[in-house]
C-alpha cells in the first residue's frame, strides 16, 4: 500500500532549484512553495512552474502548513541557515552542496541533525545512486579486484559563467570547480571504497578572471582548475584533476586499481580489467551502464545553451535519489515520516562534514604549497554525545 507523498518547499531558483523541482514533480511530488531572492524573482518561477505560493520570505516557506519537505537550492551562504532552522521547527532537509561556505557552517548543520535524528537531513551528493557507482562499491567491498592500491579522477568540463556576476563567481561564496564538482568526486572515493582522506596536497587557480558580463573592476576568483593527491586512511593513494576549461560535453573517468584487477567508469560505463601477470593487453569486460540520456521535459525550463551545460550524471544521479525517496515516504503512514533504509546510501551532513574538511584542506595546501593533514570525526560507532564531542574537536 502507497501513501501520500509530502509537500515540498523549495529554496532558489537557479539551475540546480529548477532541475529538482521537474524531477520531484515528475515523481509525483507537490511543490507547495518557492523562495526567491526578491519577490518578483520567485513569482516568475512560480508562474512559468505552476506552484501555489512564492515569497522572497524564509519563514513564510518553513512555516508553510502544506510544506513537510525542505529542499535548498539557493547560494550557499544561507544554506546552514535554513537548515538549521529547518531541523529546529520539525521538518525534513534536503540540502545542495556545498553545506555551507565552511567547516563551521557544516558543523552547525550535523549538530541540529543530531539533536533532531528522527527528520532527514541529506545532501545532493547523488553520484551515489548512479548504477555504475553503486556496482563499483559492490565489486572493490567484495574483494574482486584485490587490495586498492591508486585511485584515479579525471574529470573535464566547459560550464561557462558567462552570466552576470552572482556568487558562482566567488570562490569564498561557494563558487569554484572544487566544490561544485570537486565535492561530488572526493565524496564518491570515500563512498566506494570506505577509506577517508587523512593528508592532502593540491593546486587550486582561476584562470579565466574575466568573462563578457564580468569584467572591469571585478574579476572571476572560482577556480575553474584544480588538481589534488589524498593519502587515505587504509593506504590507498588518490589523484584527481579537474578542469572546467576544456569545450564540449562533461566527461569523466574514475579508476580503482587494486592488487588483482581495477575498475573504470568512464562516462557512465563500468569497466573490468583483471591485472594478469604479463599481459599488458588485458580485455576490459563491461559491467553495467548508466542511463546517458538528459532526463525528459528538461527543455521547457532550460534554454537550449543552458541544457548543454547540465551535467547528464548529475541529472541521473539526482533522478535516482528521487525515485528512492519516493519510495522512502510511501511505505510509511504518515506523510512526514520516511523509511532510512530505503536511502541508506544517501549522503548526510556527516559526509558533507567529511568532504567540506577535505575541500579546505585542499586550499590550504594550495596556500602553502605543502602537505595539509585532514582531521575528521571518527567513524565508529557513537553515541549522540560522543559523537558532538568528536565533532567539536575537529571544528576547533
Known amino acids: 500500500m502507497t501513501h501520500a507523498l509530502p509537500g515540498v518547499g523549495v529554496f532558489g531558483t537557479g539551475i540546480t532549484a529548477k532541475l529538482m523541482i521537474h524531477l520531484l514533480k515528475t515523481s509525483g511530488f507537490r511543490i507547495e512553495a518557492l523562495w526567491g531572492r526578491t519577490e518578483d524573482e520567485a513569482k516568475e518561477l512560480a508562474s512559468l512552474l505552476d506552484i501555489p505560493f ?3 520570505s524564509i519563514d513564510d516557506v518553513l512555516l508553510n502548513q502544506n510544506v513537510d519537505l525542505v529542499c535548498i537550492n539557493c547560494p550557499p551562504f544561507l544554506h546552514s541557515q535554513i537548515a538549521v532552522k529547518t531541523l529546529g521547527i520539525g521538518k525534513n532537509v534536503l540540502c545542495e552542496r556545498p ?3 565552511d567547516q563551521d557552517d557544516t558543523t552547525r548543520m550535523l549538530k541540529a541533525a543530531l539533536y533532531y535524528p528522527s527528520l532527514m537531513s541529506l545532501m545532493t551528493y547523488h553520484l551515489r545512486f548512479l548504477p555504475t557507482f553503486m556496482e563499483m562499491k559492490q565489486q572493490v567491498g567484495d574483494g574482486n ?5 591508486v585511485v584515479e579522477v579525471r574529470v573535464h568540463s566547459g560550464v561557462s559563467l558567462n552570466i552576470n556576476y552572482n556568487w558562482s563567481h ?3 561564496m561557494g563558487g569554484g570547480v572544487l566544490t561544485n564538482l570537486g565535492g561530488h568526486f572526493v565524496d564518491i572515493v570515500n563512498f566506494v571504497s570506505g577509506q577517508r582522506a587523512v593528508k592532502v596536497h ?4 582561476t584562470f579565466q578572471k574575466q568573462t563578457a558580463k564580468v569584467s572591469g573592476f571585478r574579476e572571476v576568483t572560482s577556480d575553474d582548475f584544480c588538481t589534488f593527491q589524498m593519502k587515505m586512511d587504509q593506504g590507498a593513494c588518490c589523484t584527481c584533476v579537474l578542469n572546467n576549461n576544456i569545450p564540449g560535453k562533461f566527461s569523466y573517468e574514475v579508476l580503482f586499481i587494486g592488487t588483482s584487477a581495477c575498475l573504470i567508469v568512464k562516462d557512465g560505463v563500468l569497466l573490468r580489467q583483471s591485472r594478469v601477470s604479463g599481459n599488458s593487453a ?3 569486460e563491461i559491467i553495467t551502464k548508466d542511463c546517458q540520456d538528459t532526463p525528459e521535459g ?3 525550463i532550460f534554454p537550449s545553451e543552458v541544457l548543454a551545460q547540465i551535467p547528464v550524471p548529475l541529472c541521473q544521479g539526482t533522478s ?3 525515485n528512492s525517496l519516493k519510495s522512502s515516504f510511501q511505505v510509511q503512514n504518515d506523510r512526514r515520516n520516511w523509511n532510512k533504509t530505503i536511502l541508506d546510501r544517501a549522503a548526510t551532513f556527516e559526509d558533507a562534514l567529511y568532504v567540506q574538511t577535505v575541500l579546505e584542506s585542499i586550499r590550504r595546501s594550495s596556500q602553502t604549497s605543502d602537505w595539509e593533514k585532514v582531521a575528521h570525526i571518527e567513524q565508529k560507532p557513537m553515541n549522540k554525545d560522543t559523537l558532538l564531542q568528536s565533532i567539536n574537536s575537529v571544528s576547533s
Open 282 to 284: 588485458a580485455v576490459q
Open 202 to 205: 593540491g593546486f587550486v587557480t
Open 320 to 322: 535516482e535519489f528521487i
Open 170 to 172: 566567488d570562490s569564498k
Open 298 to 300: 528538461l527543455e521547457t
Open 54 to 56: 512564492s515569497t522572497c
Open 99 to 101: 553545506a555551507g561556505l
Open 145 to 149: 579486484i584485490g587490495e586498492l592500491l
